[in-house]
Every structure is written in C-alpha cells, then in structure tokens.
T-cell receptor, first 115, second 114 residues
Framework: AQKITQTQPGMFVQEKEAVTLDCTYDTSDPSYGLFWYKQPSSGEMIFLIYQGSYDQQNATEGRYSLNFQKARKSANLVISASQLGDSAMYFCAMRPYSGNTPLVFGKGTRLSVIA | DAGVTQSPTHLIKTRGQQVTLRCSPKSGHDTVSWYQQALGQGPQFIFQYYEEEERQRGNFPDRFSGHQFPNYSSELNVNALLLGDSALYLC?????????????FGPGTRLTVL
C-alpha cells in the first residue's frame, strides 16, 4: 500500500519569497510517479508537476520545482517568487506505474501568501 | 481543447435519496476516475472506469456505483444517501490506466446531504 505524508497543515510566505512544501511517501513499488496538485477555494484540482521514480533530474515547471530525494522518500515542492494567487491547498500524490492503482493523496498543506 | 467537465456544480439532497453525478473527460482521454473529498481531507479514490468497465475500486460500499458510456463520459451514482456522503466529488481523466499518466481533474460537484 502507498502512503503520503504532508506534515505542514498550514504555511505562510511573504510575496516574492520562495517556499518549500514537504512531502514524504512510502511504497514498496519500485516504479512510481509523484504528483503535486493545487486546489484553490473553487475546488478544482490543478496539476502542477510530475516526477517519475527513475528520473535522474528534478522536475521543474516554471516557478515550480520538485526536490526529489529517492533514498529519503521525499518529494518536496518548491515555489519560487510566491504570488498572491498561489494561496491555496497543495496536495502531494503518488501512483505506482504497475496495474490500475489509483492516485493516493496526502492531507494537504494550506499555503497563504502575504503581501 | 475542453478540459474535464462535471455536472451539476452543487447539489443538495436529503438522507435516503439517490443522486447521479456526471463527468465528461478531457478530449483524447479514455479513462475516468472518481474521488470523494471530505472537508479538510485529501481526495479518496472511489473507482476507475476504462472501456466501459470498472477496473479498480477503493474502499467504498456498494451504494456507490458507476457507469462509463461509449463516448468515455461517466456517471457516479450514490444510493441511500447518508449525512457522511456530503463531500466534493471529483472526476479525473487520463489517456490510459498506467500510473505514469497525469490525471486531469474537473471542477467537482459539491454534494450536501441534509
């Protein structure tokens, strides 16, 4: 079984600063994908970034980067140059490559960006 | 390119009633998954449909059932509603069932059971 742990219920960051949201995972599968989603108050889950377990380099997508440390089973999301519109819930999720296994989500971190 | 769409946006039902939620996947996607998100929690997997069949199911009772149509759209049905079924129901689509595929989510249907 897979498990995602997000230990930060809430985080505050000053506008234009960088922030790191923590995510650790547990799985016995050798091949898997790690995902981060943003959920604004409207409810829609917005895909941000993906990291494959065999990817040698950390994934980046614009202001988002994923700090992947496979040995420590961590997949932290780094948001650079925070904007007021980044205020939302952020969910870390994972899914093994094999079979039809579903996405497993953490409990999320609420990020608040302060002007 | 239309993304994942869901209807209705909001729904209010009373205990014991039945409800049907609808989802149209993103263009080019053939796999639909449904998730329940209770307030303050992460989404929980309900089931996944591919080729009009339920392929995987989470830990949800038989009161939760679904269907996928030939055009890949899907329905989620919940019978004998309980107060605890109040949640945001999210539909996600992907271009296949493999774990390396991104899942794109719709805006959700917020169900309130009174």
């Amino acid at each position: 079984a897979q498990k995602i742990t997000q230990t930060q219920p809430g985080m505050f960051v000053q506008e234009k600063e960088a922030v790191t949201l923590d995510c650790t995972y547990d799985t016995s599968d050798p091949s898997y994908g790690l995902f981060w989603y943003k959920q604004p108050s409207s409810g829609e889950m917005i895909f941000l970034i993906y990291q494959g377990s065999y990817d040698q380099q950390n994934a980046t997508e614009g202001r988002y980067s994923l700090n992947f440390q496979k040995a420590r089973k961590s997949a932290n999301l780094v948001i650079s140059a925070s904007q007021l519109g980044d205020s939302a819930m952020y969910f870390c999720a994972m899914r093994p490559y094999s079979g039809n296994t579903p996405l497993v989500f953490g409990k999320g971190t609420r990020l608040s960006v302060i002007a | 390119d239309a993304g994942v769409t869901q209807s209705p946006t909001h729904l209010i039902k009373t205990r014991g009633q039945q409800v049907t939620l609808r989802c149209s996947p993103k263009s080019g996607h053939d796999t639909v998954s449904w998730y329940q998100q209770a307030l303050g929690q992460g989404p929980q997997f309900i089931f996944q449909y591919y080729e009009e069949e339920e392929r995987q199911r989470g830990n949800f009772p038989d009161r939760f059932s679904g269907h996928q149509f030939p055009n890949y759209s899907s329905e989620l049905n919940v019978n004998a509603l309980l107060l605890g079924d109040s949640a945001l129901y999210l539909c996600a689509s992907s271009p296949g069932t493999g774990g390396y595929y991104e899942q794109f989510f719709g805006p959700g249907t917020r169900l309130t059971v009174l």
